[in-house]
């Protein structure tokens, strides 16, 4: 089983990768998070954002698995996959899903906890998808919440509407605004029947039967590594493990199954909600930098906050990972610059740290940064390394040599096709 991990804070362009590279899987399986993903993908020349469903969706004999570390809202898995059948019926997705029944199931009132988290000022804001993402791993983990399979127990309708009255109560405490009881428990129920028409099974079983019989399975991350819930930036973080280790878990697939680990970074840096971001560009430079990347949520819509590439952020996030191939995504975006900066390590204090560590203070990282020649030319018609100019290849040789992985691919623009395979040798 390969793994592919965003190295960043979220947005590195994971969709676009795993859509380039899925036809040489057999199955693709998401293994964290839920609707608060949004993986963009052009397909027949529309750019689609899958938030719930892997990526594997536009590739007709690709197995798609949603794995039991996934948190699953069936109201949005139903309007995903009706937007996926508008746009090309013939995809057939609901035919090549399994969905696990470990998952857990995010509950109508979940997203209206996020809500009022966020919003009331006796708690945290954490900038959140308001997708109630939080709230469903917080109640996996009380060992209060209903799972995938649980929607065929006859006790399902009961314990359900037990537990949606008891939070609905507790949110009514909080004064929050919130749709008539019976509307919330009905919607939801009807989108039960949906999912029941599904395929709910043990994916675990199935992935490591695949494995066994030699077929190539791609564990898709959701989120980045600076993100996951006990390695991120705590507590900006999302809720889930996010990290290649989180693939095993997340799919109940072994260690010792293991082969390559794709992570991907951008050439420069974005980052949505709060939490430190010590190589943070702002005012007009940033704008320029926001707008030319077109750096807005691709499942909020928020501006998202931009900044130089962070190597001991990313050097960390590859140690964790354990990244055998880098992805280089968006360098296309830096175009037409006389100078690129990249953070090469932080001073505190007076000490030298050529690794990010969650223990420094944000308002002490002073980020070191080296300026580089930029470059100037068309990634349109870039199809080899060939291609590339001197600037560009020094770029990529010096983020190579700083963090001591290969970058095998670069990705020249959004669509599936806009990527060269780079030769491993470019290290030496
Ligand atoms: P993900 O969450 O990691 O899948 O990334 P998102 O889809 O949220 O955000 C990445 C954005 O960058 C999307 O709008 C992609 O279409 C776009 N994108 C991906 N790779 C490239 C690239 O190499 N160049 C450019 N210009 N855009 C890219
Ligand atoms: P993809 O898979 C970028 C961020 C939110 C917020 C924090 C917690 O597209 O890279 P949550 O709703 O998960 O409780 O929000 O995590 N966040 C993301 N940022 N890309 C994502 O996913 C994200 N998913 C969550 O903005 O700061
Ligand atoms: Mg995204």
Redesign the pocket.
């Known amino acids: 089983m390969d793994i592919l991990v965003g190295l960043q804070w979220?947005?590195e362009g994971k969709?676009k990768f795993i859509d380039h590279i899925c036809s040489q899987y057999d199955v693709v399986a998401r293994f964290n998070g839920g609707a608060n993903?949004?993986?963009?993908i052009y397909y027949q020349q529309q750019k689609i954002t899958l938030k719930l469903l892997p990526s594997g969706v536009f590739y007709p004999k690709t197995l798609n698995v949603i794995g039991t570390g996934v948190v699953v809202n069936p109201i949005q898995l139903q309007e995903e996959l009706g937007l996926l059948m508008a746009i090309d019926p013939t995809l057939e997705v609901s035919k090549r899903l399994l969905l696990s029944a470990k998952a857990h199931l995010v509950l109508p009132t979940h997203k209206y906890f996020d809500i009022v988290f966020e919003e009331n000022p006796a708690y945290r804001t954490i900038g959140t998808t308001k997708n109630g993402i939080a709230p469903a791993y917080a109640n996996k983990i009380l060992r209060q919440n209903l799972r995938l399979g649980d929607v065929y127990r006859p006790q399902f309708e009961s314990e359900f509407r037990a537990m949606v009255e008891r939070q609905y109560s507790e949110l009514e405490a909080f004064s929050c605004v919130l749709p008539p009881y019976a509307v919330l428990v009905d919607e939801f129920l009807a989108a039960v029947e949906f999912l029941k028409t599904l395929s709910i099974v043990d994916t675990e079983l199935y992935v490591n039967q695949a494995l066994k019989e030699g077929k190539k399975v791609l564990a898709e991350g959701a989120q980045a590594t600076m993100l996951d819930i006990d390695h991120g930036t705590y507590p900006y973080v999302t809720s889930s493990s996010t990290i290649a280790g989180g693939a095993c878990t997340g799919l109940g697939v072994s260690p010792t199954k293991v082969g390559e680990i794709f992570g991907v970074t951008k050439a420069y840096t974005t980052r949505v909600g709060e939490g430190v971001f010590p190589t943070e560009i702002f005012g007009a430079e940033a704008e320029e930098l926001r707008q030319k990347g077109g750096e807005f949520g691709?499942?909020t819509k928020r501006p998202r906050r931009v900044g130089w590439l962070d190597l001991p952020a990313l050097k960390y996030a590859i140690m964790m990972n354990g990244v055998t191939q880098l992805i280089l995504t968006k360098a296309d975006i830096l175009n037409e610059r006389a100078e690129v900066l990249l953070c090469t390590h932080y001073e505190v204090d007076g000490a030298i740290h050529a690794y990010f560590s969650t223990n420094l203070k944000e308002e002490h990282i002073n980020p070191q940064f080296k300026v580089m020649e930029g470059w100037d030319f068309d990634f349109q018609n870039v199809i080899a390394k060939e291609d590339l100019p001197p600037s560009f290849i020094a770029f990529l040789h010096f983020i190579e040599q700083e963090v001591e992985v290969p970058v095998t691919f670069l990705s020249t623009g959004p669509k599936r096709e806009e990527i060269i395979e780079l030769p491993v040798s470019i290290l030496n």
């Open positions: 979220g947005d969709g993903a949004g993986h963009s691709s499942n």
